[in-house]
């Protein structure tokens, strides 16, 4: 049987004193993207000196999103591997997360009807 608590991010969207509200534009916003690339090891290295020779940014810095434009662009085959992958397993998420609302709604009904029954309503 597979674990049927909240993950953490799930926790985020579904805590019950509040609700964290975001725009459209916050919410597509990835901000891995940003993050400047370090070469910390042979990979790194390698793929910040050759993305930092195709892009030659302004200010010498490489960020993610550089490198996931020239591997779309280079390698399609590697970043549509991956994207598929990440709607695979995201579509299983979105079935699991039904399955716990649907078991969550119907604890919530049950509990209703049981207190209407010990009430006499």
């Known amino acids: 049987m597979k674990d049927r608590r909240l993950r953490p991010w799930h ?3 579904y805590s019950e004193d509040k609700m ?3 725009n459209a534009k916050e919410f597509n916003k990835n901000p891995t993207l940003a993050k400047l690339v370090e070469p ?3 990979l790194k290295n ?3 000196e050759y993305v930092g020779e195709k892009c030659d940014p ?3 810095e490489v960020t993610v999103e550089m490198i996931v434009e020239i591997m779309a662009a280079e390698f399609p085959e590697f970043i549509l591997a991956i994207a598929e992958e990440n709607w695979i397993r995201g579509y299983q998420q979105a079935v699991e997360d039904i399955d716990i609302g649907r078991e969550e709604m119907e604890r919530q009904k049950n509990e209703q009807e ?3 029954s010990h009430t006499g309503e």
């Open 11 to 13: 926790q985020k969207f």
């Open 20 to 22: 964290e509200v975001i």
């Open 58 to 60: 302004e200010d010498q």
């Open 40 to 42: 910390e090891n042979d």
């Open 114 to 116: 049981d207190n209407q």
């Open 46 to 48: 390698f793929l910040v």
